[in-house]
């Protein structure tokens, strides 16, 4: 049931989201009837301030209210990804050039883990520079998991 929620949601929150310059990263469903909790996900591609969160999480209340759609009481988060938060979209592989990630990706059953500073994007693959100026091309079909790490 809870994906059928999640898909409703989902179509329901990303006009909602348009309106605000934002797409949907992901949205997640915890808890039971009466209790439960609705995380949203959320993204621009020049980053999300604090405000849009906040004006983003009022209209997406409103219209939750006006339709009734949760069948029940909630409880809404909306956020930003953040960094333990796997990428999902092509368009946070794209805004991440620079910065340094970790992919976990599997191609012929070899499963491989490499770490390094995001060079390339395209529609099928990514490119990680190494601290050794090696360039590691990875196919996005390959990539199991991709996560931006801290830069301390």
Same mark, same amino acid.
């Not at 009481?73 to 990630?101: A, C, M, W």
């Not at 499963?111 to 390094?116: M, N, R, S």
């Not at 395209?122 to 590691?136: A, C, G």
């Given at each position: 049931?809870a994906l059928?929620?999640?898909?409703?949601?989902?179509?329901?929150?990303?006009?909602?989201?348009?309106?605000?310059g934002?797409y949907?990263v992901? #949205?997640s469903? !915890?808890?039971?009837?009466?209790s *439960?909790i609705?995380e949203v996900? /959320?993204? /621009?591609?020049s980053?999300? /301030?604090a405000?849009?969160l906040?004006?983003?999480?009022?209209a997406v209340? !409103?219209e939750?209210?006006? =339709?009734?759609?949760?069948a029940? =009481?909630?409880?809404l988060e909306?956020?930003?990804?953040?960094?333990?938060r796997?990428?999902k979209?092509? =368009?946070q +592989?794209r805004?991440n050039?620079?910065?340094d990630i970790k992919?976990v990706s599997s191609?012929?059953?070899?499963?491989k883990i490499?770490t390094g500073t995001l060079?390339?994007v395209?529609d099928s693959f #990514?490119v990680?520079?190494? *601290?050794?100026?090696?360039?590691?091309? #990875?196919r /996005?079909v390959?990539?199991?998991?991709? +996560?931006?790490?801290?830069h301390?």
């Amino acid at each position: 049931m809870a994906l059928g929620l999640e898909q409703e949601l989902s179509e329901l929150v990303q006009p909602i989201l348009e309106q605000f310059g934002a797409y949907l990263v992901d #949205i997640s469903v !915890r808890g039971e009837h009466g209790s *439960k909790i609705i995380e949203v996900f /959320t993204d /621009t591609d020049s980053g999300i /301030t604090a405000d849009q969160l906040a004006d983003i999480s009022r209209a997406v209340s !409103r219209e939750l209210d006006q =339709r009734d759609i949760s069948a029940g =009481r909630f409880r809404l988060e909306v956020s930003s990804p953040g960094l333990q938060r796997p990428l999902k979209l092509q =368009r946070q +592989y794209r805004k991440n050039i620079g910065r340094d990630i970790k992919v976990v990706s599997s191609a012929d059953g070899i499963q491989k883990i490499e770490t390094g500073t995001l060079n390339e994007v395209s529609d099928s693959f #990514i490119v990680l520079k190494k *601290k050794e100026n090696q360039l590691v091309s #990875i196919r /996005t079909v390959d990539v199991q998991e991709a +996560y931006v790490l801290p830069h301390f």
